[in-house]
């Protein structure tokens, strides 16, 4: 079937390397935001959150950056695996109680 | 740990037929929703209910139709299959008071 991560841009890394995955939002009044993960042919799963009242948070081996002034949002991955191998895409909670989710990133990690 | 089913994960229909795909959820989430996901335009919001028989149109209803009767169960109907509608389709569950959206593994629908 085709693969959701056709069309999207792609980050290559070499296992070990961090990798860094970008996300620009669209709403300045969002104050929730969340990245997910979606490996071939299953459904995208939690990695990590933020509200909008902090600019970082870290969890295992991921770290989310915010910067509100610049409608910004990171992911980094330390030490990537060839399991990080998979489509990641943020998503943004704004006054609706909605959740609008960005078209996504490739990661693809060389052995 | 949190629990959402799809019935089908591959599902191949005529068009023109009538085409059901069924979500449950285990964790008692009053919120529940339909995204369909397609390359290059990321996850599109169908329908959303956030109670038992209530529903509310998402950005893209057109050609959908949902029923949501038990609280752990939310169908997505299509009445009558078109070939635009082969996609990926993903059933979500969040609770009230919460933000994140727990998914299921998804239903990946081909129409001929």
């Known amino acids: 079937g085709e693969s959701v991560g056709l069309h999207l841009p792609t980050l290559s890394v070499q296992e070990g390397d961090n990798s860094i995955i970008n996300c620009a939002y669209s709403n300045s009044a969002s104050d929730y935001f969340i990245w997910y993960k979606q490996e071939s042919g299953k459904g995208p799963q939690f990695i990590i959150d933020i509200r909008s009242n902090m600019d970082k948070r870290q969890g295992q081996r991921v770290t989310v950056l915010l910067n509100k002034t610049v409608k910004h949002l990171s992911l980094q991955i330390a030490a990537t695996q060839p399991g990080d191998s998979a489509v990641y895409f943020c998503?943004?909670?704004?006054?609706?109680?909605?959740?609008?989710f960005g078209k996504g990133n490739q990661v693809v990690v060389i052995p | 740990d949190v629990k959402v089913t799809q019935s089908s994960r591959y599902l191949v229909k005529r068009t023109g037929e009538k085409v059901f795909l069924e979500c449950v959820q285990d964790?008692?989430?009053?919120?529940m929703f339909w995204y369909r996901q397609d390359p290059g335009l990321g996850l599109r919001l169908i329908y959303f209910s956030y109670d038992v028989k209530m529903k509310e149109k998402g950005d893209i209803p057109e050609g959908y139709s949902v029923s949501r009767e038990k609280k752990e169960r939310f169908s997505l109907i299509l009445e009558s299959a078109s070939t635009n509608q082969t996609s990926m389709y993903l059933c979500a569950g969040r609770s009230r008071g919460g933000a994140e959206q727990y998914f299921g593994p998804g239903t990946r629908l081909t129409v001929t």
């Open positions: 998503a943004e909670k704004s006054g609706n109680n909605r959740l609008a």
């Open positions: 964790m008692d989430h009053e919120n």
